[in-house]
């Protein structure tokens, strides 16, 4: 294999770990909790501007011809990690104001507004972020260790699948199959019955809001410490909706289904459109990129809406014998005797969980 095509296959597998890294992120966010945050792309971005900044060292370096704050030169994995909790403090300011008095459609207009808002002052003040050029130069970590750029490239692919697997691990999957995900599920399903049961329905959503956030934010981090540049055009709010066809066409909820997603419609579907040969305007091709995404969209939406590997309907029981708890749709089953009646003793049949559950 050619070094061409081993820098090319490393940088889609470093794409890949980022892409499911963002697919987890939003899917905590809106596949289990149903917040439409539509600024998921504010808190990469929070993220990689923090990993750029604490590793690009003093603004007067590199020639001077670079404007931005604070300018240090932290050792890794400092700068990741600091990219997360700041992601993680913005989305909780934003949390705060969105999630206590908006719901559903005008949660996603005004957070869709604030992504807007976030880019467009980025441009206007250089001195801030060096502005609409945005940062380039950024040392990539741990690179003078390696003799040769394609040993660090395989090395920063296991690098990301390693904090792929200790996110997922860690976080992820302790709150999707806890207690905890089951609340956020009921939030999502019908808010008015959790909180008749007593759940706090803005504090479930805020903690999984500054979650994925965070989790945003350490994507953003790895991705910019690789690519060693990162500006404004590369954050615009219709990035957010790839994230969000990508949940859609693996199966919203379902952490395995959006890692489909992922490697779906923002490696697959997004890398065959270059190879479409140039015709027209030359800026058609690069357009044909949204039609597609836009496309798969409407397509999952209208011919298959739980995706391609549906959320998983949880069953589990609540007593003795022939007391069972079912999803939707399914009998109850008491021991012994099939069809038992549902709604009281024996053989009840409750919906816990999943989508279109109330609990």
């Known amino acids: 294999m050619s070094a061409a095509a081993v820098f090319y296959l490393t940088t889609l597998l470093v794409y890949v770990g980022v892409d499911i890294l963002a697919v987890w992120s939003l899917n905590l966010q809106w596949g289990i909790a149903g917040i439409p945050n539509l600024a998921w792309i504010l808190f990469q971005s929070a993220g990689a501007y923090t990993a750029a900044v604490l590793t690009l ?113 860690l976080v992820v999957r302790r709150i999707t199959g806890s207690p905890l995900g089951r609340a956020l599920r009921a939030t999502r399903d019908c808010d008015f019955a959790a909180a008749a049961l007593g759940k706090n329905i803005v504090g479930l959503r805020l903690f999984v809001f500054v979650v994925g956030g965070v989790i945003a934010g350490i994507s953003g981090a790895l991705l910019v410490e690789f690519i060693t540049a990162w500006s404004p055009g590369g954050w615009m709010y219709v990035e957010s909706l790839v994230v969000f066809t990508a949940i859609i066409v693996g199966g919203t909820g379902n952490d395995f289904g959006v890692m489909a997603g992922a490697l779906l419609v923002p490696v697959l579907f997004n890398e065959i459109t270059r190879y479409i040969p140039t015709f027209g305007s030359p800026y058609l091709v690069d357009a044909l990129q949204w039609v597609v995404i836009g496309g798969l969209a409407l397509l999952f939406m209208w011919f298959r809406p739980r995706g391609l590997f549906p959320e998983r309907r949880r069953t589990m029981a609540l007593g003795g014998p022939g007391t069972t708890v079912a999803g939707p749709g399914q009998a109850g089953v008491e021991a012994g005797r099939p069809g038992a009646s549902q709604g009281s003793g024996a053989g009840t049949s409750t919906a816990v969980g999943g989508a279109g559950s109330g609990l």
């Not at 890794?76 to 990690?81: A, G, N, R, S, T």
């Not at 502005?131 to 920063?156: D, E, M, T, V």
């Open 57 to 169: 060292g003093p603004s007067s370096g590199n020639g001077g011809f670079q404007s931005y704050i604070i300018g240090a030169r932290l050792p890794f994995p400092l700068p990741v990690l600091a990219g997360g909790l700041v992601a993680g403090a913005l989305a909780a300011l934003v949390g705060l104001v969105v999630l206590r008095r908006l719901r559903g459609d005008y949660q996603a207009v005004v957070l869709l507004v604030i992504t807007v808002t976030a880019t467009l002052l980025v441009e206007n003040f250089p001195r801030f972020l060096n502005g609409p050029a945005g940062l380039a130069l950024i040392p990539q970590p741990l690179s003078s260790r390696f003799a040769s750029s394609i040993g660090y490239a395989w090395f920063y692919v296991a690098l990301t699948a390693a904090v792929c697997a200790a996110v997922y691990f």
